[in-house]
């Protein structure tokens, strides 16, 4: 571990960078890489960062300027930014610093900084999630203003810095090797985004650390080096509404999980009516949740079996019988056979009434059949609807054949027939298998078609003489009114969805992004916030060259996510040892290009080389990231953390970490660059240490890249 002490100990004060000496992942077997930046140099400071033991600051804060004489040097010219530097700082009244602030006290979960040119962060509408971190800004060009026309400069009005941006970041190299740098025409503001978490315990003034209260949720175990509010628990005091959709299905298809699950899904798709829930174990019923059709003296019945073996589900398709009924405003009786359809409905005798199958309201435009009072039958395509405005829409051609009409008091009965197939794509097709049909019925107020009396939605259930088992189609969720952002991918982009990754779906979201919005307490609610605010600020420095267009090559990022765009995952508990979790992503290595790149590039360019890669991922269970080039199988780049020792040193808190990045130049210490075509495939490993579960983890590759033309 000597090199850890020398990185993370008092050692490296004989450094005269900001933050002491770092280390790269990939050195070459000869020559020695300096990581002294030895460029001019301009510190910025962010806005304040204030907040409470448990909560957290998540937000995108204003336009920091940048110096005047900066500003001044480069307007209308080109800054190329060889590398940079951040911490986390107290400050005095006087604006001299006063120290860093301990990453136990304030967990730097990522963040994002851009310097600015001719361009601002314009707020987005609605908070993007297409790429796994929820992005609320874009960089937007200011129209009129001056922008290079040097095709080599790719992104000359803003700027973006987020490489190794987590718990990692003040000790992970942040520079470019000789000619490499990224480019930005007249730099004017800074703007910073940073998602931090307070984790320091009030209730302890001693030296180190010592875990401050968690909620139930946290797997933190109570000797812990970390605070398990780094991982966005989901606290009591989150408001978290989850909301299934449910669906009949067949063969072996996965039912609903429990008796409270089976009961809410029959309810639903049976539209509440005429049901009794039971729980037991028969084994002549389906394993899990089924319903049990009707029969002329009992309703039907949502059951719930435990037994271990059971009959089938009813068929998924096939050409057996099935028949249901609707008691709604009309009653309907449907029986389905393979060879045609009987339907029975029922009504005020001296009134129109109608039926319209597979739609929940006019606007779904459905097929309906129209019984009138003289005795005759339409059937008709309803038209669209608007506020002022129901179109009783198109009468069709005649299917159905009227076999009889009676009345019986004020009641009238009619019975008729039809081929199960439509005779236009306008017709209902009928299919004689288990299955839910959404309905709307209506009643009139006299003879003629016009707005209807009353009217409403209901359900005809379709089921034949064994058990239809019941599934969970969809599952939703909202957190404090935020509709769950969940995108987990399929193999090859991801394996999450493989594993059944609980972070991919909202009934077993347990904690992440999600849970971890701007201002929100991660304690549980009876557990009272500590008082007491803490104020620090990030504080950047940011080395430079004046642009030389003969030396200095433009890096455009290249990003990607292992969990490929779900923006985070969980690492779950083992159950045997080794204790190693792994996620595995494939892609195309042109398809990772970042944000503003012109994408027409790849029409008239070679591909691109790797300069520098910055991984993230979070203490502290980050072992190992891995990518590859799968079709050499050449490993491109590997990164291993840092541990911090709790020697006393600067940044060496234990358990906390330094990713050194791979870096790839044409001097000595590094090795060449490797270069990638537009359609290379890749692939990237990530190890966690699994002993414990952990949320919110994430595997994000950070790179920049430089273009070959």
């Not at 910025?44 to 960062?49: K, R, T």
């Not at 398990?228 to 067949?250: F, H, M, N, W």
Request: glycine share 10%.
């Amino acid at each position: 571990m000597a090199a850890c002490s020398v990185l993370l100990g008092a050692a490296a004060a004989a450094s005269t960078n900001m933050n002491g000496e770092y280390l790269i992942g990939n050195p070459a077997a000869t020559g020695t890489y300096s990581t002294e930046y030895t460029d001019e140099s301009f510190t910025v400071y962010s806005e304040p960062i204030s907040a409470r033991y448990s909560q957290t600051y998540w937000t995108m804060q204003p336009n920091i300027p940048l110096p005047d004489d900066i500003v001044a040097k480069f307007n209308g010219k080109v800054m190329a930014i060889t590398g940079y530097e951040v911490d986390q700082v107290f400050r005095n009244e006087d604006g001299t610093d006063n120290g860093s602030v301990p990453i136990y006290w304030a967990y730097n979960h990522h963040y994002m900084a851009w310097l600015n040119g001719a361009a601002d962060l314009v707020k987005l509408d609605k908070t993007d999630y297409s790429s796994g971190h929820p992005r609320k800004y874009k960089v937007v060009e200011r129209m009129g203003e001056r922008v290079t026309t040097d095709p080599k400069v790719l992104s000359p009005a803003s700027a973006l810095f987020s490489e190794g941006n987590g718990g990692e970041f003040r000790k992970s190299y942040h520079g470019y090797p000789r000619g490499f740098a990224q480019l930005l025409e007249s730099p004017k503001t800074l703007n910073v985004e940073p998602m931090q978490i307070d984790t320091r315990n009030r209730e302890y003034n001693g030296t180190g650390f010592r875990p401050g209260p968690v909620p139930k949720i946290s797997s933190q175990p109570a000797d812990a080096v970390y605070s398990g509010l780094i991982e966005c628990p989901c606290s009591t005091r989150r408001d978290i509404r989850v909301v299934r959709t449910y669906a009949v299905c067949g063969g072996t298809a996965t039912a609903a999980s429990d008796a409270g699950m089976c009961y809410e899904g029959v309810a639903t798709v049976l539209n509440a009516t005429g049901t009794v829930n039971a729980t037991g174990s028969r084994a002549d019923l389906p394993i899990g949740c089924s319903i049990v059709p009707a029969t002329a003296s009992a309703p039907a019945k949502a059951y719930f079996n435990t037994a271990p073996a059971g009959a089938a589900c009813a068929a998924a398709s096939g050409s057996g019988a099935v028949a249901g009924a609707m008691n709604n405003l009309v009653q309907l009786h449907v029986a389905v056979n393979a060879t045609g359809v009987t339907i029975t409905a029922t009504g005020p005798a001296d009134v129109w009434f109608a039926a319209g199958f597979n739609a929940q309201s006019m606007g779904d435009t459905p097929y309906a059949i129209v019984m009138f009072p003289d005795g005759s039958v339409q059937e008709r395509k309803i038209g669209t609807v608007s506020e002022d405005h129901h179109d009783p829409g198109t009468e069709l051609a005649t299917q159905v054949a009227v076999v009889s009409n009676t009345v019986a008091g004020a009641l009238r009965t009619v019975v008729m027939t039809r081929a199960l197939a439509g005779k236009t794509p306008d017709h209902y097709t009928f299919t004689n298998v288990p299955s839910v049909v959404p309905m709307i019925n209506a009643i009139g107020a006299g003879a003629t078609l016009v707005y209807h009396k009353v009217k409403g939605p209901s359900h005809l259930v379709l089921l034949g003489t064994e058990p239809l088992c019941l599934c969970v189609g969809s599952v939703g969720a909202t957190i404090d009114g935020q509709v769950y952002a969940g995108n987990c991918n399929p193999e090859p982009y991801s394996d999450l969805l493989a594993q059944h990754n609980p972070s991919c779906y909202p009934d077993t979201y347990r904690g992440g992004l999600q849970c971890c919005k701007h201002q929100n307490f991660l304690l549980d609610a009876d557990q009272e916030v500590p008082p007491g605010v803490m104020t620090y600020f990030m504080k950047f420095r940011f080395y430079y060259q004046p642009y030389d267009p003969a030396y200095h090559h433009d890096l455009p990022r290249w990003y990607w996510q292992t969990e490929n765009n779900h923006g985070e995952y969980d690492v779950t508990a083992c159950t045997v040892e080794p204790c190693v979790h792994t996620i595995t992503s494939h892609g195309t290595a042109g398809d990772q290009m970042w944000g503003g790149f012109p994408q027409e590039l790849k029409q008239t360019t070679k591909g691109f080389q790797f300069v520098y890669c910055g991984g993230h991922c979070h203490a502290p269970s980050c072992l190992s990231m891995e990518l590859y080039n799968a079709e050499t199988g050449d490993l491109i780049c590997r990164q291993e953390p840092v541990i911090g020792q709790g020697t006393g040193g600067k940044y060496d808190e234990p358990g906390y970490i330094a990713l050194p990045p791979c870096v790839w130049g044409n001097e000595p210490g590094v090795n060449p660059p490797p270069v990638m075509q537009w359609d290379t495939p890749i692939t990237s490993i990530k190890r966690n240490n699994n002993t414990l579960s952990h949320t919110g983890e994430m595997a994000s590759w950070q790179c920049r890249v430089s273009i070959v033309y």
